[in-house]
């Protein structure tokens, strides 16, 4: 059994097969937490500005709190949106092209997407360890920074494999093969 990819209009994405499943779940999950962490923020952005001007009390580190867990709310959207079908297509030059020109194409657009999701992961990772080992922390609240650059890695991973995966559902059916 497959289950349909969201959103998507295209008859010939009508599904993902059962190695897109989990894939779709995790990001699915992914997306759901980095949604709940906005809603975290917009309620702590809300008690914060009352705060301030009621009482002359804000949420102390306010906004460190929001860039740091805004940074991996961000990075937790990506996979979904790409398996949703959900990325920005400007189809202005591919309007009266072949199918299949338009499925190699869009083969050729989520292997770049998963190329830009693995080298976001690669230097996420890279830059995090780098700053555990400076031992740099916030300001006001001495969080420690690198914990927060390493939050956004698994958005960046599940992006990258969100790519791969669109490019080979892409490739396959462009070239009319059955799985």
């Not at 306010?62 to 709310?73: P, R």
């Not at 780098?130 to 927060?148: F, N």
Request: aromatic share 8%; charged share 10%.
């Amino acid at each position: 059994m497959q289950e349909p990819i969201p959103g998507s209009s295209d008859g010939a994405l009508s599904a993902i097969g059962p190695w897109g499943r989990p894939l779709l779940l995790a990001s699915k999950a992914l997306a759901l937490a980095g949604g709940l962490v906005f809603v975290l923020l917009v309620g702590m952005s809300i008690v914060s500005i009352v705060g301030r001007k009621l009482a002359s009390s804000p949420v102390p580190g306010d906004v460190e709190m929001l860039q740091m867990c805004a940074a991996f709310a961000c990075a937790s959207f990506f996979a979904y949106c790409h398996l949703a079908g959900g990325d920005v297509k400007v189809d202005f030059f591919t309007a009266r092209a072949s199918r299949r020109t338009v499925q190699l194409l869009d083969a050729v657009g989520s292997l770049l997407f998963a190329l830009v999701g693995a080298a976001l992961a690669w230097r996420s990772w890279v830059g995090a360890m780098g700053v555990k080992e400076a031992g740099e922390t916030s300001i006001i609240l001495g969080w420690p920074l690198w914990i927060a650059q390493v939050l956004m890695v698994p958005g960046f991973v599940l992006m990258a494999l969100a790519g791969l995966y669109m490019a080979g559902l892409h490739l396959r059916l462009a070239l009319g093969v059955r799985s």
